[in-house]
């Protein structure tokens, strides 16, 4: 898969204004407004999406992180009102089809490839929603650059959750008592100290797909995995522009009886991966690419020693992915050499990309992004409830997922999420030579390997 900027067609919505008699504005629609809901609550979000649902046709919202984008009747903004939320008017949008999302992507976080006449009407880090009109969105379409845009344009859908925040979803509780056993152990054993170790060891090479040190990184990270008791290692090769790349993939073998895959006959895993290859400015010279991915493959390297000292009714496969900046090769290579029984038989992929960076460092809040789509927000509910239990995080998940090697999977209908720390298109030093271990935030990625640790035990055991 290339990256690149695309539409996802959703049924046309067209907010039509019929003009009464003294150009009074209909009862069936109305203009676009936004309505904070950081403080709403679960319940007050719901009593939101319950009078916009009964305010006519035409009406719609839209949850955004701590916002929701509204479309009602006069009738409808007037009970909203009576309930106590201020809805203040988007300015410029007239009805659903002059927004879209967007979604932040792998070359750069800003929107500074968007034409002038775009608006960002909410900022939520990686996603966020944009005004324009229909020539604008064209521009951006015609502007897709097909081996490495990086960003995703979608669609607003009516009555759909675009990015939702962890407190503003119901809580339930997702494992069984012998699993809550299984991950407290699991997230416990967790050694931030090792992954900066690991981290560290990784910048030292220049792993752009063209460099030595792209295959000095592929083989080191093939020794640390040989080195843990019971893993099976191999190279997966495949071909980036022309040149020979590699997957290094290890497996731990279920070493308890999964009574349920036994009697069907099939073969259950769990994938944990992350990409190893790096990029800059001068990729030539120099690519450390501490946070993009040095963060991410030290993340898996952890997991694999973290859960190969707990039991396992299935296999976990740990894979250090190469040729993703060119365009998730690596990804797509090891998802496309899987028979289809391998495929289904995967209980989820998690992918780690970019988890270390926290804008106000250490002493500020730690915050992490989940990117699955809805047929899988299920499994995207899992981390939020793991780093209820087991991290600090403020977690918010994403249904709109790109760019990222979570993709390769998700495009082939497994069940995947992408973690990937919430501040990332705040950090300067991405794609940079200065992309280095000293701009990182080790205890974020402390609580999120505590998290995605927590997550793949109980699945592994489920």
Not at 82 to 94: H, I, K, L, M, Y
Not at 198 to 203: E, G, H, K, R, Y
Not at 373 to 381: C, D, E, I, K, V
Request: glycine share 10%; with cysteine.
């Amino acid at each position: 898969m290339k990256h690149k900027i695309f539409l996802i067609t959703a049924t046309a919505f067209f907010c039509s204004t019929i003009l009464l008699g003294f150009g009074a504005q209909s009862q069936t629609g109305g203009d676009v407004r936004q309505i904070n809901i950081a403080t709403a609550g679960v319940p007050g979000i719901a009593r939101i999406k319950a009078i916009v649902e009964g305010a006519g046709a035409e009406s719609w919202w839209s949850e955004v992180g701590e916002s929701m984008l509204v479309q009602a009747s006069p009738a409808g903004f007037a009970q909203l009102t009576s309930a106590g939320f201020t809805a203040t008017s988007v300015p410029g949008v007239e009805g659903i089809e002059d927004l879209r999302v967007f979604i932040g992507g792998h070359r750069d976080g800003s929107l500074d490839d968007l034409p002038g006449t775009t608006s960002v009407v909410v900022d939520a880090g990686r996603v966020k929603v944009i005004a324009g009109t229909s020539q604008t969105f064209a521009t951006l379409e015609s502007q897709a650059n097909v081996d490495h845009a990086g960003s995703g344009l979608f669609h607003v859908e009516p009555n759909q959750v675009i990015l939702r925040l962890a407190s503003n979803d119901v809580v339930k509780e997702s494992f069984s008592a012998s699993q809550t056993t299984l991950i407290d152990d699991a997230a416990a054993r967790v050694d931030r100290s090792r992954w900066w170790r690991d981290v560290q060891t990784l910048t030292a090479w220049n792993r752009h797909i063209s460099a030595s040190g792209n295959i000095a990184a592929r083989d080191w990270i093939k020794s640390v995995f040989e080195a843990i008791p019971g893993m099976e290692v191999t190279l997966q090769d495949f071909r980036v522009q022309g040149r020979d790349a590699w997957n290094v993939v290890a497996t731990l073998p279920a070493n308890t009886k999964a009574i349920e895959s036994a009697r069907l006959g099939t073969s259950r895993s769990v994938v944990i991966g992350g990409h190893f290859d790096s990029i800059s400015e001068r990729p030539s010279s120099s690519a450390p690419g501490a946070e993009d991915n040095a963060s991410g493959t030290a993340g898996v390297i952890e997991l694999a020693r973290v859960l190969a000292d707990g039991p396992r009714a299935h296999d976990i496969v740990f894979v250090a992915f190469s040729g993703e900046e060119q365009g998730l090769h690596g990804s797509a290579a090891f998802v496309q050499a899987l028979s289809p029984q391998q495929r289904q038989g995967i209980l989820g992929a998690i992918t780690m990309d970019m988890i270390a960076y926290a804008s106000s460092g250490s002493q500020g809040s730690l915050g992490v992004l989940i990117e699955t789509t809805r047929s899988f927000a299920n499994f995207g509910r899992l981390f939020a409830d793991a780093a209820a239990r087991v991290t600090t995080l403020q977690v918010s998940t994403s249904y709109n997922p790109f760019g990222s090697d979570h993709m390769s999977f998700l495009d082939e209908g497994i069940p995947a999420i992408l973690s990937i720390d919430k501040d990332w298109d705040d950090y300067g030093h991405y794609h940079r030579t200065t992309d280095t271990p000293d701009r990182l935030t080790p205890e974020l990625a402390g609580e999120i390997l505590k998290m995605n640790a927590a997550v793949a035990a109980a699945l592994a055991n489920q």
